[in-house]
């Protein structure tokens, strides 16, 4: 397990010591919700209803942002190659930099969430639920995020390709967050959504890792 | 030189029989054969795009070989990939090197992964012990050489696979370098490397990339 811990360690440690990525992320998630009292109006009510969608849509497109460069980095430096011939298996290695990127862009989301949610004047019962939604939810937009970085490498423009090969697949975990959200909200009950988005957490956890691998293998033959 | 191409894997050290590559559309070598018995080195020459760094490459197991098989110690190594990865050490073109890491960082990852710690007589070897604190950028494209080859030292590996690895580097570099490979050798371990100027080193076989040269293109 110990070089698990040191791949997760070294990737936090890049990640803050070029202290762009984790700032970027967040810069991007509030400013973009920010912008949208100003694109459909102050009106609380309005805002309200359509508060767990914008926060959700957006906290996926942030995720996005950052993931062209999970693997790109390596790659280009050779690192990558070194990786793969690492005795740890690069299923594990995968799933080491997912862990890692979660930390660095998928945690600082859900700090700041309900802050933008009291922006967007979210009803009070939604608060909790959408921190656990996002708890459950960002892990899997990271997971399915490795399998199109690792598709996309070496790919011209890898970075509208990542989109357009991961987004579709974000879709179960958009609307399995926002119903969650919107279930407490209108005094639903809430377990069954976020069951759905634990197990595709669970599927996610134990897919991606494999497909990610297998195309990186792709990628450095 | 090189032995004719048999089915029969050596008992001991590392081979491969019959081996060919493919890149893209071109075949780049076939019916290629060599050994490497324990404590011995292998020298691949040939010109540029002859294929040195692709047999480096399936030698590491990066690239699947279009056909034949590698053996370590009389076994096909495809039958047991991780313990493959376990024993070799493979220095590409890229020194896998970060900018915001320092050196001693830098080597301690490497090593630590393969579960080494040899950090420090690592660092002197190469000559890098007083730039242990220097952030990597800070690094000459000879000392993020170093550095590259420093990992060989920093974590125990039989089977040393160099691809170029005179690159960039100066006379003290190179003595560096045939040093920790003779004493590598003197321990029983195996080295290849590819390279257009001849390392100081005994007793080193040379594979002639050119004389399994392919014209056809499939």
New interface residues.
Partial sequence: M??FR??VL?DL??AL??GGDAAMVVAFFVLTVILFPFGVGPEADLLARIAPGILWVTALLAALLSLERLFLADWE???L?????????LEAQVLAKCLAHWLVAGLPLIVVAPLLALLLHLDAAGYPVLVLSLLLGTPTLSLIGAVGAALSLGARRGGVLLSLLVLPLYIPVLIFGVAAVEAAIGGFGVRPHLLLLGALLAGALVLAPVAAAAALRQA?? | MSPPPSPALPASGFAGRGLACRRGERLVFAGLAFSLAPGGALALTGPNGSGKSSLLRVM?????PEAGVLGWDGASVRQDP?AH??R?H?I???????P??SVA?TLA??A????GRAVAPALERFGLAALADWPCRLLSAGQRRRLALA?LVASPAPLWLLDEPLTGLDSDAITDLAEAIAAHRAAGGLVAYSTHAPLPLDGVATLSLIDFATRAAA
């Fill in positions: 110990s070089a040191l791949l070294r440690r890049l010591r070029q430096d050779g690192s190659e070194a990786l793969a011939l690492m005795p740890l298996s450095l033959e | 590491a197991g990066l690239t699947p991780a990865r376990a070799l493979f590409g073109h890229h020194d896998a090197v970060k915001v890491l960082e990852f490497w630590g992964m393969r579960g990992r």
